[in-house]
């Protein structure tokens, strides 16, 4: 009996394009996140000054500039970052709804992964140990998903 052709992608900046969306909302976090993309980038081949990072205002906007990066052609994945905490009203489910859903459709129309690197949590202690600099980092995470989706498609 024969094998299944098993398609995976290779964790590897090399000869890779990506893009890191920030949110500034939150930026005690979400710097920490960026950090962590950068360094899962430079440890997995990448040069620092190959990536290219965008800031917008907060995770509500990421999903527009997002599609506009990945309409642009130039780009095999994305990276979004941010950070959205749970408070005493509704803004929270819609704004953390919303930027999943906006990323998803660009990701979807466009063609090109978009890595979901936005904490939604429920207090500042869960976005801090979600955003250390140790082990764990989701930033990071992020930036390995991103590398891993673009080695697929590239494949597939």
Same mark, same amino acid.
């Given at each position: &009996?024969?094998? %299944?052709?098993?398609?995976?992608?290779?964790? *590897?900046?090399?000869?890779?394009?990506i893009?890191?969306?920030?949110?500034?909302?939150?930026?005690?976090?979400?710097?920490s996140?960026?950090k962590? @993309?950068?360094?899962?980038?430079?440890?997995?081949?990448?040069?620092? *000054?190959?990536?290219? +990072?965008?800031?917008? %205002?907060?995770?509500?906007?990421? %999903?527009?500039?997002?599609?506009?990066?990945?309409?642009?052609?130039?780009?095999?994945?994305?990276?979004a970052?941010?950070?959205?905490?749970?408070?005493?009203?509704?803004?929270?489910?819609?704004?953390?709804?919303?930027?999943?859903?906006? #990323? =998803?459709?660009?990701?979807?129309?466009?063609?090109? %992964?978009?890595?979901?690197?936005? #904490?939604? +949590?429920? *207090?500042?202690? =869960?976005?801090?140990?979600?955003?250390?600099?140790?082990?764990?980092?989701?930033?990071?995470? @992020? &930036?390995? *998903?991103?590398?891993?989706? @673009?080695?697929l498609m @590239?494949?597939?």
């Open positions: &009996m024969t094998s %299944p052709q098993l398609l995976e992608g290779e964790v *590897s900046a090399r000869g890779r394009r893009a890191i969306i920030a949110a500034r909302f939150n930026d005690f976090i979400v710097a996140l960026l962590g @993309a950068l360094g899962a980038w430079v440890e997995r081949g990448g040069a620092a *000054s190959e990536l290219a +990072v965008v800031r917008v %205002p907060g995770a509500f906007e990421l %999903p527009v500039a997002a599609r506009r990066l990945a309409a642009s052609g130039r780009y095999d994945a994305l990276v970052l941010g950070c959205v905490i749970r408070g005493d009203t509704p803004h929270f489910e819609y704004v953390a709804g919303e930027c999943a859903r906006g #990323l =998803q459709l660009a990701s979807l129309e466009t063609g090109v %992964p978009i890595a979901f690197g936005v #904490l939604t +949590v429920d *207090s500042v202690e =869960q976005a801090l140990e979600r955003a250390a600099t140790s082990a764990g980092n989701k930033g990071g995470a @992020a &930036m390995e *998903s991103a590398l891993e989706m @673009a080695g @590239a494949r597939l």
